[in-house]
Each structure stands twice: as C-alpha cells, then as structure tokens.
C-alpha cells in the first residue's frame, strides 16, 4: 500500500479534530471507529473480506502500513473468522495517540501542549494541513448533498462518522439535521463499511457483548441453556485470554 494516500482511519481522525479547541470529538466512540476503519481498509487493500458478520483473512500479505500491519496479523493468527462485533469491542490501548503521533510526524497535526486546571499536563492537536482536512470534509459534503452514489472510501468514511456519533459535531444545531439524515444514509452505499459501521454501533449499545435474553413464548419462559464448561473470559467476548492479550498490543506498535 503506497503511503500517498491517506488511510480511513487517519482522515476519521482528522474529521474528528476540533480546529478551535485541538481535541478530539466523541473520543470513546472515536477509538471504535478507528479499530472498525481499520477493517475497511483492510477490506480495500485485498487483505480481508466479509463472511457473514464476521472478518475473514484472504490475504496475509503485508500492506506497507506497520499500524494496519499490525492488526492484520492479530486477525491471521485468530486461525478463523472473527465477528466484527468482537474485534472492534476488544480493547484497543493507544490506537487514537498511535495515529495522532503518525499525523504529527506526516506534518498534517502539530502537538500543543498544555494544564489543565494549571497541573495536569495536557497535549491538543492543531490540524497544520488545512486543505488535506477540507478536502476530506468536502467529499463528505458532496456525498451528502449531490445525492450521487460516492467512491467506496467516502462512503466507508461517511459510515463511520455516523456511527462514531460525528455527525452532531460536523454539521451541528437544526440546520444540521438534514445533513446528519443524509449521512446516516450513506452507510447503504459500502457494505463493508456498512457492516463495520454497524458493528460500532452494536458495540456501544452493548450488543453482542452478553448472549441475548430467550423470549418468553405463551408456553412459559424458555429455559436458559446449560452453562458451558468452557466460558469465554470475561472483557472481549469471542476471545480467548491469550488473544485478549495480543488485541491490547494494536494501538501500542
């Protein structure tokens, strides 16, 4: 993967970055919208695909892309399919700083530091590349607007601004509220984005994290199933201790 172009995850961050203040909007959700535009572009490079509602390796080729590199190994070496869901709610220690300190070392963000409340230090990040942050928002805002089916990146990246809850941030107060519609819309133009999209959002509603409640039928309750005797680990579900370890180490390569 040639580095001219820029990543989803990184131009997610960049839509993310307040001009005024330096921080990062929604910066919980943030962080699952990183780990969910790095599945995409993934998907982009060739390197895996969708079975269903889970990820599948097709390709362990490297991409060129060390960050990217990373979590593409994390996936090879699960051995089998990993359901969405499961990888963008494991933990994910630094990935958001890992792509700040990548920005900052492009030249496209510069660190301003700082106190809070005159003792805690604290770091802002200031967008230097101004015109790479519009033409980001730009096709952002001629997707939305022109109605005209966009390139699968925009549409990925307008799937993941929606699910990280970036909409109320880029196009605020009731003026905005067509726009975030709209935006919300997109999310049908990328499957794959779609499905990483929505997986984010599962995640923050806590789908997927707990076996869904049986439905009382008008027989009566459904009996809960016998417990396993080998319960998954308790914090990332659908991994093992061994592989909950290994997933906290993305964001800190």
């Known amino acids: 993967m040639g580095r001219s172009r820029r990543t989803i995850p990184e131009e997610l961050l960049l839509l993310a970055l307040d001009p005024t203040t330096g921080t990062t909007a929604q910066p919980q959700s943030l962080d699952l919208g990183l780990a969910g535009a790095q599945l995409v572009e993934l ?27 990373s979590a593409l190994e994390l996936l090879r070496r699960r051995g089998s399919p990993v359901r969405a869901v499961h990888w963008i709610g494991g933990p994910r220690l630094g990935l958001r700083q890992t792509y700040l300190t990548h920005l900052e070392r492009c030249g496209m963000v510069h660190a301003v530091a700082g106190q809070m409340c005159g003792v805690l230090p604290t770091t802002r990040y200031q967008a230097t590349e101004t015109a790479i942050s519009r033409e980001i928002r730009v096709r952002l805002d001629n997707a939305i607007r022109t109605g005209v089916p966009p390139d699968p990146r925009t549409a990925a990246l307008a799937a993941l601004a929606h699910a990280v809850g970036l909409g109320k941030h880029l196009y605020p107060g009731n003026e905005g509220r067509s726009s975030r519609s709209r935006l919300r819309d997109l999310i049908r133009h990328d499957p794959m984005g779609g499905l990483v999209a929505h997986a984010v959002m599962d995640v923050q509603n806590g789908v997927g994290a707990q076996p869904r409640r049986p439905q009382a039928t008008a027989a009566g309750p459904v009996r809960q199933p016998a417990a396993r005797a080998t319960a998954e680990p308790a914090g990332a579900p659908g991994q093992s201790r061994h592989a909950h370890g290994r997933m906290a180490r993305v964001g800190a390569r």
Do not use: E
Request: charged letters at 25%.
């Open 43 to 69: 998907a982009l490079a060739g390197r895996i695909a969708p079975d269903g509602d889970r990820i599948a390796v097709v390709m362990a080729r490297p991409t060129g892309d060390p960050t990217l590199d």
